[in-house]
């Protein structure tokens, strides 16, 4: 087993776990196993099914008892503040990155969209780990500290509008211009397509993006045009 020493990072975190291989596993992938397949634990994703419940449960309550808004509006709060673009940010904060365990290839792999992925499912597996760990008290603290404090920044920052939203408004405010979406590709089998989209301000692209149905395309084309035109 290649060991390493979590001391530091519960300290950063505020938390001292009792069973130190439960704490482990929530930084164990897939892939580390499939290269080390006598390693004594699991890989994390029981963990992060049950964080992301618990995740869940406490950032919904925080939202029905501090606003009184509609659902439809709480439940975008909620989608802004637990995707995994949000949480693998936080997971970078206290520098969980540094204690995964990868394979070789993942390993290489910094700074990648799967990354962003693997780094939210930690902190979702971590959030499990406490659960088990130290309660749903403990839980609650420690989203509450790294999580929960997020909000008001999105909601300053009105990042709980959908990304196709967002450039309209933006473009439409700045430019006077509305952007238009067209599909670049498309391959594969009827039942396993991806779309290539571009997103365009008159006839200058701006962004493209690839998913298994043309709107998940074109949110991915409107994220990249809002980051490429600095309009976050």
Not at 119 to 136: C, H, P, Q, T, V
């Amino acid at each position: 087993m290649s060991a390493r020493d979590f001391s530091k990072f519960e300290e950063k975190i505020g938390t001292s776990f009792n069973d130190k291989a439960l704490l482990t596993q929530a930084f164990v992938h897939r892939s580390y196993l499939n290269e080390h397949p006598d390693f004594e634990l699991g890989h994390n994703e029981r963990l992060e099914f049950l964080g992301d419940a618990v995740i869940e449960l406490v950032v919904t309550e925080n939202l029905y008892r501090n606003y009184p808004n509609p659902e439809g509006e709480l439940t975008n709060w909620r989608a802004s503040l637990v995707n995994a673009k949000t949480l693998s940010e936080i997971a970078s904060e206290i520098g969980m990155e540094q204690y995964l365990y990868l394979s070789r290839g993942e390993s290489k792999d910094a700074g990648s969209k799967a990354r962003q992925f693997i780094l939210a499912n930690a902190i979702e597996a971590l959030i499990g780990s406490i659960y088990l760990d130290k309660g749903m008290d403990e839980a609650k603290k420690f989203i509450d500290r790294f999580v929960s404090v997020k909000f008001a920044y999105i909601l300053e920052h009105r990042l709980y509008i959908d990304p196709k939203s967002r450039l309209q408004e933006i473009s439409q405010d700045t430019l006077g211009v509305t952007p238009s979406y067209k599909v670049l590709s498309e391959v594969g089998p009827d039942h396993a397509k991806e779309f290539e989209v571009g997103v365009f301000l008159g006839s200058e692209l701006i962004g493209t993006g690839k998913g298994g149905a043309k709107q998940d395309a074109q949110i991915e084309a409107a994220r990249i045009a809002l980051e490429k035109k600095g309009w976050q």
